[in-house]
């Protein structure tokens, strides 16, 4: 069903968020990545979400202040940014590390 890498990779989405609904709205599409379990506030505007068991999805990391979404998975940046959209907020891919 999901396009998979054989290693993980980060792959840094800009993402138009304002507001905590907005971040939320990201969390939510892509909480529903198979391998997403635990959310995590770093601070304000900082939140990563963590599992020790990812199949596709191992961390996000929101950066409200920069407007950066870091997605760790197996899965191609094309299909993260799929789920991304499902959040209909304005995204574009940035970079892969």
Known sequence: KY???????????KV?????????AVRRVLGKVPGL?????LD??????????ATEVENVDIDMDAQLVTVTSDLDKDTVFEHIQKSRKACEYVRSE
């Open 3 to 13: 396009h998979r890498q054989h290693i993980k990779m980060k792959h840094i989405y």
């Open 16 to 24: 138009a968020m304002t507001c905590e609904g907005c971040s939320g």
């Open 37 to 41: 379990t635990n959310h995590i506030p």
């Open 44 to 53: 304000s505007t900082h939140y990563s979400t963590l599992t020790s068991t």
